[in-house]
């Protein structure tokens, strides 16, 4: 009886093994054939094979690279900012035209004068013909605005001497203090500033009839005890064309660089009026 029972597990497991390898024996059925199955079945490999990015993206068109675009930009930023700076540049142009027109409408700077240069010899407006001129008008007894301004006026002239390719510029000095401001007093003053700068000095009706010509105001002050007097008096550089016309004028806040670049643009536009 118990020979029976232990027989009987034994004839269990051995049905069991035989049929789970029968069963390993069985093969999958063929999938049916259908048109285009072997694409579908070399795709479904590529994919199985292929990471999730990459089959994701492998059916998408590629649009223009990162440097096509950064290309592409840059040359659109380049034709509108030259499209600007061209109507920039023609704005500035009507502007100064305007400006001048005004400035000559104003008849500033009409008529001659007739003064002493700070050598002794004679001149008169005709003697510039043919020149760009910045004048300025003060006197030697000036404690500071005037050798600032003439500093400035000077510092314009080596600016524009140091470009070949621009025509000089004649820096002239003209006094509104006569009495003190003789053809001596002119030449030890000019010497300290430029060896081409100019000093013009007159009788006190000389001195009057250019500074109407050229709207500048003055006045002297009372004396004190040493007989010392300041001139009050307008502040601004004077532009000259070399057609002796007055063409632009620059007041105490204009740089010496701004008033150089003003000058510039005047030349390059000039043309002039007396054939």
Known sequence: MLQHRSIRPMLLLARTTKARHGLSQLKPPALPRTPGGEAFHARCQLLSKQGPAEAGWAGKPRGPGLR???????????????????????????????????????????????????????????????QWVLMYFGFTHCPDICPDELEKLVQVVRRLEAEPGLPPVQPVFVTLDPERDDVAAMARYVQDFHPRLLGLTGSAEQVA?????????????????????????????????PDGLFTDYYGRTRSAEQIADSVRRHMAAFRSVLG
Do not use: M, N
């Open 68 to 130: 096509t675009r950064l290309l592409v930009t840059a040359v659109l930023g380049a034709g509108l900012g030259g499209v600007w700076l061209a109507l920039r540049t023609e704005k500035e142009k009507l502007r100064q035209q305007q400006r001048t027109e005004a400035l000559r409408q104003a008849a500033v700077g009409q008529g001659d004068f007739s003064l002493l240069d700070h050598r002794g010899q004679a001149r008169c407006k005709a003697d510039f013909r043919g």
């Open 209 to 241: 009839q250019v500074s109407r010509s050229y709207r500048v105001y003055y006045s002297a002050g009372p004396k004190d005890e040493d007989q010392d007097y300041i001139v009050d008096h307008s502040i601004a550089i004077y532009l000259l064309s």
